[in-house]
């Protein structure tokens, strides 16, 4: 006996929305179990990119301002080195004040003028460093040349010297030639070097 056409039509949507409810199934399950976790870890990783691009761009601003501060540091380190240079050697007072009187006296040599006398001023401290001095008399010159040759090589010297200051006298107004007279003449040296030693003992 043949089934009526009515209940055949109720089993296939029966089966019909069976394998379209399984076929729905697989394409969530396909979709949170493989879609999903793609997008996530694309997501994610897009995030890392962002951070890290962050991160290179921070660690390369370091590095240029690291450049300009090592460029920096390399200018201090070489303007101290000659500094350092022009200063007085000697680690004491007396050792540079000698070194200073060797000096001049080669100056004086070197123009033609003699020396009277000399004579060590008391240092004096200019943080972070110690003015030596040195009074220097100087017997009468016959050439103005031989004094003007002399100031320039103490103001242009490889060290740092300076005429404190200076007193000169003619003595006969007729010979204006004939000069003498004297000069305060410093140098500086650190004052660390002095410091640094006392602590030692």
């Known amino acids: 006996m043949k ?29 949170f179990g493989a879609i999903l976790p793609i997008v996530e870890a694309t997501k994610k990783m897009r995030e890392e990119v962002t951070l890290k691009k962050r991160v290179l761009l921070k660690y390369n601003e370091f590095l240029q301002k ?27 007072p007396q050792l540079a004040a000698a070194n200073l009187q060797e000096m001049v006296k080669k100056l004086f040599e070197k123009n033609g003028m003699t020396i009277r006398s000399f004579r060590v001023l008391e240092p004096k401290d200019i943080p972070p460093y110690r003015r030596i001095s040195v009074h220097t008399e100087f017997n ?37 030639t004939n000069i003498q007279g004297s000069f305060v003449i410093s140098g500086l040296m650190r004052m660390g070097e002095v410091k640094e030693k006392g602590r030692e003992r």
């Open 66 to 92: 690291r450049k300009t501060v090592e460029e920096e540091l390399n200018r201090a380190k070489k303007k101290h080195e000659e500094t350092q240079q022009c200063l007085l050697p000697g680690e004491t």
């Open 140 to 176: 009468p010159v016959n050439s103005m040349l031989s004094l003007i040759l002399f100031i320039h090589d103490i103001e242009n010297h490889d060290k740092e010297l300076m005429i404190s200051e200076m007193d000169l006298l003619v003595p006969n107004p007729r010979m204006p």
């Open 3 to 31: 089934k009526p056409t009515i209940l055949r039509r109720v089993k296939v949507s029966h089966k019909r929305a069976f394998w379209i409810l399984i076929g729905m199934l697989l394409v969530a399950l396909i979709l």
